[in-house]
C-alpha cells in the first residue's frame, strides 16, 4: 500500500419392539469408553450423529462434566455447536453438586447405547414419544432411563429446538394452520440452523421471545412498502421473497446497533465483534495491539538514518513551529517558511479542519495530498485547551473497538473491517498504526513481512531520494487498521498528519472517510496498486505472449484485485492487455 503526500427434528419409522428389547438391563456391566463412530443402521433424512470429541470441546468448562458425558456414551448431532455442548456442560455445572459420587452412582445404574440398534431405538423413540411415559411397554426404570437422558440434552419431541436455547433475533414470518410461525436464530448456532418455531413453545423464554417478535415486526413495517401492508397486518401466508433479504440484512443492522448501544452503555461489555459465516480459520488477532506506532529498533537508529540522508536540516526546520498567540499559527508558520521555501511539501493555507459542535468531530476540509499540521502540547492554544488543530489526540483518545466489527469476506480477500457507527464524509475513521521502519528495518524484518500472502505496510513515500523513506508495517504490531482492505472505489481515504516531533518524514497516516459512510458497510481505501507491464521487466523474455502481459501490484507483488468495483484495477489491466494486443497486431 502507498500514501502520498496527497437441534433437529427426526424423521424415522415408529420404533419396533425388535430394537426396544435391545435395551440393556439396569445391571449391566459397566460402559466401555472408546467406541467406534455410530453409522446409522437405517435411514434419516435430515439428520446425521456423529461422534463428537465432547472431552475435548467442553473440557475447559468442567472435567466432572466431561466424565459423566463419557460415561453416558451419547453422541451429538452434527448440527450442534459449541455453545450447545457448552450449554449441557453448564446445566451439569448447576444441577450437579455432588458430581464425583452423581457419576458412580450413574455408571453403576445405567449401563446405557451398549449397541447400535439401541442408540438407534433411543433417537427414534425421542422423535416419536413426546414423554418417556409413552414409550409402550418400556419398564419403569427404562422409563426413567430416557428420561434422564432427554431432559438432559434437552431431547423432547416437540421442544427440542427451543427449551434450552434463547432466540437471539428472528429472520422470518410466516403462517402455517393458521398459526404464525416464526424463523428463529438462535443464541449460540449459526444463522443456518435457524428453525420455525411458534411462539407457544418458547416457554423457558416467553417475554424475551414477545420482544425479539415486536423488534421484527418493527423492522418489518420499516422495510415493506405501504401498499404492501395487507401482507404486514398477516392476511396472507407469508412476506414476499423479495423481502425477506431486505428484512434479514436490515435486521442484523438493528441487531447490530443495539449491540453498540449496549457496548456503549456499559464499557466493560466492550469488546471487539467478530463475524464469521463462511469458514473455519485461525483469529485475526494474530499480532500486537498497539495505539500508537512503535519504533522498530532503537529511536537513535531512526536519527542516525535522518542524518545520514541529510535532512537534518529540514526537520530542525519544522521543528520551531508552534502556536505562540493564535490556534493555527504553527501550521500558517510552516506554510511561510517551510512549505512554500523548499517546495518539498504542499500545505494548503485554509483550515484544516472543521468543528461540528452537534456531532462533536472535525470534519477534514482540504484535499489529501496537502500534509495536516496538527498543533502540538507547545502551543499556547493547546495549554488553553481552545485548540482547534488536535484531531489526531481525540481520535486516539475516542479509540472505541464499538466502532467496528471484524468480518470475513468470503470472497478470497481475508478478514475485512466493516463499520458500526455511521461515519459522516470528512470524519476521522482510524489511525493506520505499525511498526515505523526504516528502508534498513524492512530489509532485516524482510522475510517475515514479506513470507506471507498478506501485505500489511504502507509506504510513507518521499519523492525525493535523499529524503528518509519510511514505512509503517502493521504485521507484528498495529490496530484494526491493519484488516481494511483495498477498494479502487474506497470509502476511506489517507491524510498524512504531522504532529509531535514535527517531522514531515514520519507522518500519521490517519484514515478519513471520503464519503458518508452507513453502518455494515465495508472499510476499504486505496493500496495505490499500479499496473506494470511485465514486457517492460522481461525484456529478454522470448514467450510471445509476454509482450501483453499486465500486472497489478502491491508494493512491487502481483495482486489480483477482488474489490468487485466497476472501476477495478483488474478490470483496466485486462482492457489494456487487450488494446496492447490490438496494437501489436497491427504493427506486424
Ligand atoms: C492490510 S491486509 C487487509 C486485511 C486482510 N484481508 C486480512 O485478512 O488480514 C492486505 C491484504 O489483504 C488482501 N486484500 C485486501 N484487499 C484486497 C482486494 N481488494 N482483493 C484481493 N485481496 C485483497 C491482500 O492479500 C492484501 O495483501
Known amino acids: 500500500m502507498k500514501i502520498e503526500p496527497s437441534v433437529s427434528k427426526v424423521t424415522d419409522k415408529p420404533t419396533t419392539r425388535r430394537s426396544r428389547r435391545l435395551l440393556a438391563p439396569i445391571s449391566a456391566q459397566l460402559p466401555v469408553t472408546s467406541q467406534k463412530p455410530v453409522s446409522r443402521t437405517r435411514a434419516s433424512s435430515d439428520i446425521l450423529f456423529e461422534e463428537t470429541n465432547v472431552e475435548e470441546q467442553i473440557f475447559k468448562i468442567k472435567p466432572e462434566c466431561v466424565n459423566e458425558l463419557k460415561s453416558t456414551k451419547v453422541r451429538f448431532p452434527k448440527m450442534m455447536t459449541m455453545a450447545f455442548l457448552r450449554e449441557i456442560a453448564d446445566s451439569f455445572k448447576n444441577s450437579v453438586n455432588n458430581v464425583e459420587s452423581r457419576c458412580k452412582s450413574l455408571k453403576k445404574r445405567y449401563t446405557w447405547l451398549d449397541t447400535e440398534d439401541e442408540k438407534d431405538w433411543f433417537y427414534k423413540s425421542c422423535s416419536e414419544y413426546p414423554t418417556a411415559q409413552m414409550l409402550p411397554e418400556a419398564s419403569p426404570s427404562e422409563i426413567l432411563r430416557v428420561d434422564y437422558?432427554?431432559?438432559t440434552f434437552g431431547w423432547e419431541k416437540r421442544h427440542a429446538n427451543t427449551c434450552a436455547r434463547k432466540a437471539e433475533y428472528i429472520l422470518d414470518f410466516k403462517r402455517k394452520s393458521r398459526n404464525d410461525i416464526y424463523k428463529v436464530k438462535w443464541c449460540g448456532l449459526p444463522e443456518y440452523a435457524a428453525t420455525w418455531v411458534r411462539p407457544v413453545d418458547i416457554i423457558a423464554f416467553r417475554y424475551e421471545f414477545a420482544r425479539r417478535v415486536t423488534e421484527f415486526w418493527e423492522a418489518v413495517v420499516k422495510l415493506v412498502p405501504h401498499k404492501e401492508m395487507p401482507i404486514v397486518r398477516r392476511s396472507n401466508c407469508s412476506i414476499p421473497a423479495e423481502y425477506i433479504s431486505k428484512i434479514c440484512s436490515n435486521y442484523q443492522k438493528i441487531k447490530r446497533e443495539s449491540m453498540i448501544e449496549i457496548c456503549a452503555e456499559n464499557p466493560l461489555k466492550s469488546a471487539l465483534l467478530i463475524e464469521n459465516e463462511y469458514d473455519v480459520c485461525a483469529s485475526p488477532f494474530n499480532f500486537e495491539f498497539i495505539s500508537e506506532n512503535a519504533f522498530c529498533g532503537a529511536k537513535e537508529q531512526l536519527k542516525a538514518?535522518?542524518?545520514?540522508?541529510?535532512?537534518?536540516?529540514?526537520?530542525?526546520?519544522?521543528l520551531g513551529f508552534c502556536c505562540k498567540q493564535e490556534c493555527?499559527?504553527?501550521s500558517a508558520n510552516f506554510y511561510k517558511e517551510y512549505a512554500l521555501a523548499s517546495h518539498k511539501a504542499t500545505y494548503s493555507k485554509h483550515k484544516h479542519y472543521k468543528y461540528d459542535e452537534e456531532r462533536d468531530?472535525?470534519?477534514?476540509?482540504?484535499?489529501?495530498h496537502f500534509l495536516i499540521f496538527e498543533c502540538t502540547d507547545d502551543c499556547i492554544c493547546k495549554k488553553e485547551g481552545r485548540c482547534k488543530l488536535d484531531m489526531l489526540t481525540k481520535l486516539r483518545d475516542n479509540h472505541?473497538?464499538?466502532?467496528?466489527?471484524?468480518?470475513?469476506?468470503?470472497?478470497?480477500?481475508?478478514w475485512g473491517l466493516t463499520a458500526m457507527q455511521a461515519f459522516k464524509q470528512g470524519e476521522p475513521v482510524i489511525e493506520y498504526v505499525g511498526e515505523l521502519m526504516t528502508e534498513e528495518n524492512f530489509r532485516q524484518n524482510e522475510t517475515e513481512i514479506w513470507n506471507k500472502n498478506l501485505m500489511y505496510s504502507m509506504d510513507l513515500t518521499q519523492n525525493d531520494k535523499n529524503l528518509p523513506a519510511y514505512t509503517v508495517d502493521s504485521s507484528r504490531k498495529g490496530n484494526h487498521s491493519r484488516l481494511i482492505n483495498h477498494s479502487c472505489e474506497p470509502n476511506l481515504v489517507t491524510y498524512k498528519i504531522i504532529k509531535e516531533d514535527r517531522n514531515i518524514n514520519r507522518p500519521h497516516p490517519v484514515l478519513f472517510a471520503a464519503k458518508d459512510i452507513a453502518i455494515g458497510e465495508e472499510l476499504s481505501f486505496n493500496y495505490k496498486l499500479t499496473i506494470i507491464n511485465q514486457n517492460e521487466n522481461s525484456k529478454h523474455d522470448d514467450n510471445s505472449d509476454s509482450e501483453h502481459e499486465f500486472d497489478v501490484v502491491e508494493n512491487g507483488r502481483a495482486f489480483i484485485c477482488r474489490c468487485g468495483s466497476k472501476k477495478c484495477i483488474d478490470k483496466k489491466k485486462n482492457l489494456k492487455r487487450k488494446h496492447d494486443?490490438?496494437?501489436?497486431?497491427?504493427?506486424?
Do not use: I
Not at 468531530?361 to 489529501?368: D, E, L, Q, S, T
Not at 472505541?400 to 481475508?414: A, C, E, H, I, P
Not at 494486443?581 to 506486424?588: D, E, I, L, P, Y
Open 149 to 151: 437422558f432427554r431432559k
Open 305 to 318: 538514518y535522518e542524518d545520514e540522508k541529510a535532512t537534518q536540516k529540514q526537520v530542525a526546520e519544522a
Open 328 to 330: 493555527g499559527e504553527c
Open 361 to 368: 468531530y472535525w470534519k477534514v476540509c482540504h484535499p489529501a
Open 400 to 414: 472505541s473497538s464499538n466502532k467496528f466489527l471484524v468480518s470475513r469476506t468470503g470472497d478470497d480477500r481475508g
Open 581 to 588: 494486443r490490438k496494437r501489436s497486431n497491427k504493427m506486424r
